[in-house]
């Protein structure tokens, strides 16, 4: 079982940047196991895949819409992922949520994920 808390989410102005942390409390030999990945859901809408990482860290895949503006990482001596969000828009404003899963791969849909955290606010003002 893996259980995940997101954190470094809050209020800042447009063209400001974040750094959310994702927290796995699983046995750090299997972290590296795991492929993670951010997700958001703003009101109204559906969940969005943001970026994705694999078990090692070598491998990394964005959505368009945040391309060249963040970054993910993971430290898996810590069992913690990061996404360094920089040149924030006011489009970037939701409910950001990590997710990982066993797996070699770098799943980019929200279905593909097995274990979720609750997520945390992210809002850009204009």
């Known amino acids: 079982q893996v259980q995940l808390v997101e954190s470094g989410g809050g209020l800042v102005q447009a063209g400001g940047s974040l750094r959310l942390s994702c927290g796995a409390s699983?046995?750090?030999?299997?972290?590296?196991?795991?492929?993670m990945g951010w997700f958001r859901q703003a009101p109204g809408q559906e969940r969005d895949f943001v970026a994705a990482?694999?078990?090692?860290?070598?491998?990394?895949h964005y959505s368009d819409s945040v391309k060249g503006r963040f970054t993910i990482s993971r430290d898996n001596a810590e069992n913690t992922m990061y996404l360094q969000m920089n040149s924030l828009k006011s489009e970037d404003t939701a409910v950001y949520s990590c997710?990982?899963?066993?797996?070699?791969?770098?799943?980019?849909?929200?279905?593909?994920?097995?274990?979720w955290g609750q997520g945390t606010q992210v809002t850009v003002s204009s």
């Open positions: 699983v046995r750090t030999f299997t972290f590296s196991s795991y492929a």
């Open positions: 997710a990982a899963v066993r797996t070699f791969g770098v799943p980019g849909t929200d279905r593909e994920y097995d274990y």
């Open positions: 990482i694999s078990g090692s860290g070598r491998r990394t």
